[in-house]
Structures are given as structure tokens and as C-alpha cells.
């Protein structure tokens, strides 16, 4: 469930660390507390809860970015069936759950995000839906040939996604609907503005067995999707959009756990150059800010192997290796690029399986860290 992962400049931020306030209330303390080993936990407090919400700080460290922070509401939502497995004292953490959420968020750049979402799991997860709207301006560095040039986008995003599970397999079929109104503005060029629309209908095919959609300790989702970005959508440009991921987790043995990624993205030929300042492919990876590496093409991989220290606490490394390259270059003289790290996650609510915890990520050019809300991919 994180926004972070689409494949629109609004989904350059990464949810972060759970924070709770003190309170000096035994009884409200106590709801922080896990019976099954005494250590701090959000589970009963975030699922039994009245207001049934988790309050969230939200951290950016995004380079492109800059510095800073705001605060979210997430609101969980549980099925009946799910929270009478629970009471009973049943595994539910690989049962989703849906949640809601606000937030707003501001960076040290001018920076500036806001707005709402939903994501609903239905019919026991036979359906999963994701929608909502938001408003930003982001400020970036957008590269060309290494040149960095300052880009103001500002503008509001609109999504709605839905996918259906193929009878009792692991297999889903849905579609998706978005819509963004923007504004754009390069620094050289400040009495310019170039106001776009771009409307999407996309199609996807996905192979989900992960254990949990929030922090996944095992299983594979992997897929295929193709975006058509329209005029008769409501866009004002004609494109098309293609990406092909697979995310793979496994427990090497009781302590030692290991993960794998790979992802593609492409762009159709002879885009309108107002649609690729914001639509065209960059290298998706911790270490690296959002838009540095851009091409007709993208393609990476990453490697994560994690420890547990106990029931609670576990240690990771990872490394990752991506390029970006233009539709009239060739893949195997395209310039690789690096990145490696370590971090570190707090198993926070044992009943819906989140853990929580920051990555230090070392890319080509610099370090970065990352407060990270279940797992790093999505």
C-alpha cells in the first residue's frame, strides 16, 4: 500500500515510521503492549481502537526533493471475518486488511503534497481496489546528459485501480483509471508555464502468493502492465506505457531471509516532448533521486538478505544495479549504475504483519536514508 510506487511523479515519497505519543494513561499504554511477548506493539490499539487510526509522521529524504516532513491518518478497516479469526486468537496477518488514509507534507525545496486514498481488499481479498486524489508541487532537478535543470510541477492526480482474483489462484486480472492536471516550469525559463492533461486507462495481469501486502516475508508478485494514455481519456497527448516487475521472497532458513527484484518500464515512440517531462521512465531504486537517470527504457535489479535478530527485530543489506537508456540505444552499451545499503525493521503491529524501519542507501552520487513503512518494494 504505498503511493511510492506508481509510475507518476506523485508517487516519489515513501511512507515512514509509526510513531506513538506517550500518554500518561496505564490503561491506553497497555494497548501498546503485546500479550504474547510484552513488547511494544500497535495492533490491538490500531484494530480495537473506536477511531480505529494509526497517526503517522511523514519523513522525505528523497533527494530530488530535499528535506522534510508533514503527518498522515491511516485508517484501518477489518472484515468481520478477519477480526472473529483474530479475537480467537488465529495467524491473521496474511488476511489484508483494508485502510484509508490522509496526509499532507511539506520539504525544504518548496515541496509541498496533500490529499487522500483508499485501499480496499473485498469478497476475501477476491478484489483489491486502490483510489485517490491528491494535490502537490514538486520541485526536481530533471537530468539531460548529466545537465541538471530545475523543473516546477504542480498540479493535481486522480486514481482509481481495481483487480480481480481468477477463481481461487494466485492470478489477477483489472484495469486502472488516472487523470492529471499539471503545470510545469523550468527554471531558464520562468515566464513559461506549460499547463498539460493526461488521461490513462491502463490493463494489468498479476501473480500475487506474498504472506502479507504490508511487510511480505515470503512469496512472489509478479506482473505485466500496459497503460494507454489517450486524448479520448481526457489527456491531451497520445502515448503508450508498458512495465514488467517480479518481486520474490524467501526464508533461506529460520533466521535468514532473501529477496529479489527486477523491474522494466518502456515508453512508446515519439512522445510529445510536454508529456515527457513528466512520463518518461527513471531509475526506480534506493540511492538514487527520483528522475536523475531518465530514458525511453528502464531496467534494474536488486538483491535484499535480511537477519532476525528475534521475533521483533530484524537487520538487512541490499544492492541494486539499474540503466536507463533512449529506443536508439542499445542496451549493452548503456552505463550501469550502483547502489547499496543497509537498514534495519521493528516488527510494530504483529497482527497485520507491519514492520517498520529506516534504510541507508549509498547511490552514485550520494547518501541517502529512507524511513520505510513495510517492505522497500512494492
Not at 487522500?116 to 526536481?140: C, M, P, T, V
Not at 486502472?176 to 499539471?182: F, I, K, L, T, V
Not at 512520463?279 to 538483491?303: C, H, Q, S, V, W
Request: net charge neutral; hydrophobic share 35%; charged share 20%.
Amino acid at each position: 500500500m504505498q503511493i511510492s510506487n506508481r509510475t507518476h511523479l506523485f508517487a516519489l515519497l515513501s511512507l515512514p515510521l509509526l510513531f506513538i505519543s506517550k500518554t500518561t494513561s496505564a490503561g491506553m499504554m497497555d494497548s501498546f503492549i503485546d500479550p504474547t511477548d510484552g513488547r511494544l506493539d500497535g495492533s490491538q490499539f490500531i484494530l480495537d481502537n473506536a477511531a480505529g487510526f494509526l497517526p503517522v509522521p511523514l519523513t522525505v529524504t528523497d533527494p530530488a526533493v530535499g528535506v522534510g516532513g508533514g503527518a498522515a491518518l491511516l485508517f484501518f478497516h477489518e472484515s468481520e471475518e478477519r477480526k472473529a479469526k483474530r479475537l480467537a486468537g488465529e495467524k491473521v496477518e496474511d488476511i489484508p486488511a483494508s485502510a484509508s488514509g490522509l496526509m499532507a507534507l511539506g520539504t525544504s525545496n518548496g515541496s509541498h503534497l496533500y490529499g487522500g486514498f483508499h485501499s480496499g481488499n473485498w469478497h476475501n481479498d477476491k478484489i483489491r481496489y486502490l483510489g485517490g486524489l491528491f494535490g502537490a508541487q514538486f520541485n526536481l532537478k530533471m537530468y539531460e546528459q548529466d545537465t541538471p535543470l530545475g523543473l516546477s510541477l504542480k498540479g493535481l492526480y486522480f486514481f482509481q485501480e481495481i483487480d480481480f482474483r481468477l477463481g481461487e489462484s494466485n492470478f489477477f486480472v483489472g484495469g486502472a483509471y488516472s487523470y492529471m492536471s499539471s503545470t510545469s516550469t523550468f527554471d531558464q525559463m520562468n515566464e513559461f508555464a506549460l499547463n498539460s492533461r493526461d488521461g490513462r486507462v491502463g490493463m494489468r495481469a498479476m501473480y500475487d502468493s506474498r504472506n502479507n501486502q504490508f511487510s511480505p516475508r515470503e512469496g512472489t508478485k509478479a506482473g505485466i502492465k500496459l497503460d494507454y494514455h489517450r486524448k479520448a481519456f481526457g489527456g491531451q497527448f497520445d502515448y503508450q506505457k508498458y512495465n514488467a516487475y517480479f518481486l520474490n521472497y524467501s526464508r533461506l532458513s529460520s533466521k535468514w531471509g532473501l529477496g529479489l527484484r527486477a523491474d522494466v518500464k518502456s515508453i512508446s515512440d515519439n512522445v510529445d516532448p510536454r508529456a515527457e517531462v513528466y512520463a518518461k521512465p527513471f531509475i526506480e531504486m534506493r540511492g538514487i533521486a527520483a528522475m536523475r537517470y531518465r530514458g525511453d527504457n528502464t531496467a534494474l535489479g536488486e538483491i535484499e538478505l535480511s537477519y532476525d535478530i528475534d521475533n521483533r527485530w530484524t537487520i538487512l543489506g541490499f544492492a541494486g544495479a539499474g540503466t536507463a537508456f533512449n529506443h536508439d540505444e542499445s542496451i549493452s552499451r548503456s552505463k550501469v549504475y550502483y547502489t547499496q545499503g543497509a537498514g534495519f525493521r521493528y516488527l510494530l503491529a504483529r497482527q497485520l504483519g507491519l514492520r517498520m524501519g529506516i534504510d541507508i542507501a549509498k547511490g552514485p552520487e550520494e547518501w541517502t536514508t529512507y524511513i520505510q513503512f513495510g517492505s522497500a518494494w512494492k
